[in-house]
């Protein structure tokens, strides 16, 4: 009898500590605790993002450019060198939908259609900013230079873990302005 009480309470404490397990991982990405807008604005290079089908026809050279409207969205415009030559450029806006950190906001290149984006990471004189949101499909770094140096990314992606992120799934990005 003692056996199997035993055995009984190990099951329930290894699917207790499965099913506790599968829920953290399933957590949402922590955001920073906030995001000063004015000092996000404005160009921002596109070192590393997972593969995504919007920007599949992307190679290098990617940047996205952010400025404050007047009704307190933010208008956002994408750019890159496509692999057949020439620039394709991306014109939407984005929302903040947590005022409390302005982390969160949602964006729209396509109206109605919106897209989560969550700054998960900031540098501290906003040289960088590591980009995610809830269901973890999508990821971007980020810089204000269009080079990042290899101890800063390395630090990056080596955090990503902490946040549901795979670093391995990570493609760089070409940039060919050294600016």
């Given at each position: ?11 329930t ?17 922590q ?16 070192i590393a993002?997972y593969p ?19 009704d ?5 415009v994408n750019s890159c ?7 394709s ?12 950190t302005?982390?969160?906001l949602?964006?729209?290149f396509?109206?109605p ?14 040289e960088?900013?590591v980009?995610?949101e809830?269901?973890?499909k999508?990821?971007?770094i980020?810089?204000?230079t269009?080079?990042?140096?290899e101890?800063?990314?390395?630090d ?10 795979d670093a391995a799934?990570?493609i ?8």
């Open positions: 009898m003692k056996l199997h009480t035993l055995l009984l309470m190990s099951g404490l290894f699917v207790g500590l499965a099913v506790r397990h599968a829920a953290a991982s399933d957590a949402p990405p955001t920073v605790a906030h995001v000063d807008l004015q000092r996000y604005m404005g160009r921002w290079y596109e993002r995504n089908r919007f920007e599949r026809k992307c190679v290098e050279d990617i940047t996205a450019t952010y400025e404050l409207r007047p307190g969205r933010v208008s956002v060198g496509k692999a057949t030559g020439g620039r450029v991306a014109s939407g806006w984005a929302k903040v939908i947590d005022t409390a302005n982390a969160k949602r964006v729209t396509f109206w259609f919106f897209g989560d984006y969550w700054v998960l990471e900031l540098g501290r004189n906003y960088y900013a980009i995610g809830p269901s973890g999508y990821l971007w980020l810089s204000r269009p080079q990042m140096d101890v800063t990314y390395s990056i992606t080596g955090r990503l873990a902490a946040n549901g992120y799934r990570l760089r990005v070409k940039q060919t302005s050294a600016e």
